[in-house]
């Protein structure tokens, strides 16, 4: 079946540094997801990305869509406290298939 | 309030006994999906229903049974809870199970953290 893995399972960075967060299908999606989910929380949708190379941006968030649909990266510029939570992708058609997650934690 | 809502929100039980965690949504979603949370696994779907009536297995389905008898509403159900299913449970749903124009994107519920003795 569709495996998404993503990497790495955990970032610890300085308040101000970039992260970055890479995704990575067996197959080919049709559409790539992102959510968000804080610490204790729920995850949260952040984004869909559809097209072959696709890129959106959200403020300090970049994502990115690859040119063969199998992978996507997030990418924080100058990140912030707000910032720490765990990040997933989701891929697929009809059944959305999430990835392993990345937590992300940052120091002041 | 557009909301997921999922019951008990903790449960505490015993290798046997057989619960049911309950899953609501008020936006008349067609599609519902129960997850599992386990560290360095990710979400793992247990089942899902693209609309009343219609439920199939995920990927981790064994040990679980749901229904979807009204639109509103998917239970998940454990017979015989193991200790391996203690886990953190997230019941979502989208619009549709359709990956067209976004109809999928999931909203999720606040999860329910269940623990087997």
């Known amino acids: 079946g569709q495996q998404v893995m993503q990497i790495p399972q955990y970032q610890h960075v300085q308040e101000g540094e970039d992260f970055t967060t890479y995704c990575n299908s067996s197959t080919t999606l049709s559409n790539i997801q992102w959510y968000k989910q804080r610490p204790g929380g729920h995850p949260v949708f952040l984004i869909q990305?559809?097209?072959?190379?696709e890129v959106k941006k959200q403020k300090r968030l970049t994502f990115q869509f690859g040119e063969a649909k199998k992978n996507s990266s997030l990418h924080i510029t100058a990140t912030q406290t707000t910032d720490v939570g765990t990040y997933f992708c989701?891929?697929?058609?009809?059944?959305?298939?999430f990835g392993t997650g990345t937590q992300l934690k940052v120091e002041l | 309030e557009a909301q997921v809502t999922q019951n008990p929100r903790y449960l505490i039980t015993v290798t046997g006994k057989k619960l049911t965690v309950t899953c609501s949504q008020n936006?008349?979603?067609?599609?519902m999906s129960w997850y599992r949370q386990d560290p360095g696994l990710g979400l793992r779907q247990i089942y899902y229903?693209?609309?009343?009536?219609?439920?199939d297995k995920g990927d981790v389905p064994e040990g679980y049974k749901v229904s979807r008898k009204e639109k509103r509403n998917f239970p998940l159900i454990l017979e015989s809870p193991s200790p391996n299913q203690t886990s953190l449970y997230f019941c979502?749903?989208?619009?549709?199970?359709?990956?067209?124009?976004?109809?999928?994107?999931?909203?999720f519920g606040a999860g329910s953290r269940l623990t087997v003795l």
């Open positions: 229903s693209m609309n009343v009536e219609v439920t």
């Open positions: 936006m008349n979603h067609e599609y």
């Open positions: 989701a891929g697929g058609g009809n059944k959305l298939t």
């Open positions: 979502a749903s989208s619009l549709s199970g359709q990956a067209i124009s976004g109809a999928n994107v999931l909203t």
């Open positions: 990305l559809v097209k072959s190379g």
